[in-house]
């Protein structure tokens, strides 16, 4: 028998996996979908310019990521995310025409550090002990509080891992954020820090089975519906507004919010949330990457930061990208493909390519705007949180926002007793 009812607003990764944590659990879901389809801001679709299928941006989890996992193996999805065998991250500095490539040993015991082939060139063991700082910081600490965020090893690695990691200028970024990630991946060692790339594509490796295991379940997802408003009575949500006649929200029925958090703060007056964002840049080229290009490529010096080698297409990812957004899309789009050639060390005429701005992709990850994080339960008894902006303890990533949708739905559990 079913126990209880949730309603999930918003079928981003969050939203999907609270609905799928509840269904699992017995509960009776809906989910409630504003945009025409799922996924959010991790979604695919074809793009008729490039005539191929493209994610809105180039997704990297780590092989560590258990909340990742967990969801892939509860929804079956058997597409394998693609990466390297080893956690090897190589560069090229396009300004010094130089290149390298940090290899991180598979094992927990961080022994690469003591090999000048796996470090970065230049660099000396006390370096990396100094990292030793960044395991553990408190909320109101940036990285530059812990570290100083000069030199080789910072220019040549920290800076733009860090950069990727929180989508923030590096040295501005929450120490505390910055700790969990790399207590997660690199204090687990190499095989938990084995960078992952959905493969086709974003919908492939998490939307598509979530939605074919919820439909399996007789969970109903309703997509192109907006939640306009929330109409509230005491300490609990009495009524939600979808845009005609409000409905009623039942004794036995709990709401999971899982929209974005300016979505989140205008329909919950009185809700601190994020309000401080960064953009992301990705530009998608149709050709196949040369036969020796890796999997990933870091990019120092030039504009694009990150190379992505997909059978079908090269893509180009740049982070904090707010002094981007603006700029005229063809003068982007050159700048991205001289980056490309000179990179991959290749000469050919700039084939037909898409450039995908998400000006607000992430909320900045400063110690002031985790501090505005809220958890997943609310001033109302039948209304959870959740989203990649709720306190996760992460920044906002796939991981951290499937943990949140999780949370919120052992929340909604202990209500309503599933
Ligand atoms: C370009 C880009 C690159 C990224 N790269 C990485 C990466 O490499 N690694 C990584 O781990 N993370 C990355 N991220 C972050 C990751 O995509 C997010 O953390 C994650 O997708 C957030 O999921 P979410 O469900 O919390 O939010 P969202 O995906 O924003 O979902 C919220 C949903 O709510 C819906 N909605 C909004 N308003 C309403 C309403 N009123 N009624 C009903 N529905 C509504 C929205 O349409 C949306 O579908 C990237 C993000 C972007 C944009």
Known sequence: MKAGRAIVVGAGLAGLSAAVRLTEAGVTVRVIEAAAQAGGRCRS??????????????HLVLAGNDAVRRFRERVGADEPLSGPDHADFPFVDLTRDERWTVRINDGTVPWWVLSRNRRVPGTELRDYLALGKLL??????????????????????LDPVLL???????????????????RESLLRGGRASLPRIAHPSLAAAFIDPALGWLASQGASVTLGR??????????????????????????????????????????LPGLTVPDAFHAIVNAHFAVAPPADAPPMLGVLGGTAQWLFAFPD????????????????????AQRFWDDIQSAYRSSAPM?????????RATFSAT????ARRP?????????FLAGDWTQTGLPATIEGAIRSGETAARRVIERVGA
Do not use: C
């Open 367 to 370: 110690p002031e705007q985790d």
């Open 136 to 157: 553990s910081g408190h909320g109101e600490e940036t990285v530059s509080d812990r570290i100083h965020a000069t030199g080789t090893l910072w220019s040549r690695v």
């Open 375 to 383: 958890g997943a339960r609310t001033a109302f008894r039948n209304l």
């Open 45 to 58: 679709y074809h793009d008729p310019q490039i005539g191929l299928t493209i994610d809105n941006g180039n």
């Open 351 to 359: 084939p037909r390519w898409q450039i995908v701005k998400e000006k």
């Open 226 to 267: 907006r939640l306009r408003g929330i109409a509230v009575d005491g300490n609990r949500v009495a009524a939600l507004d979808w845009g005609q006649d409000p409905e009623a929200v039942q004794e036995d029925e709990a709401i999971v919010l899982a929209v974005p958090p300016t979505v989140a703060a205008t329909l």
């Open 313 to 332: 297409r090269i893509s180009v990812t740049v982070s904090a990208a707010d002094g981007l957004v603006d700029m005229e899309r063809d003068a982007l």
């Open 164 to 182: 990727a990691i929180l989508n923030t200028p590096a040295a501005k970024g929450s120490a505390k954020l910055t700790a969990a990630v790399m």
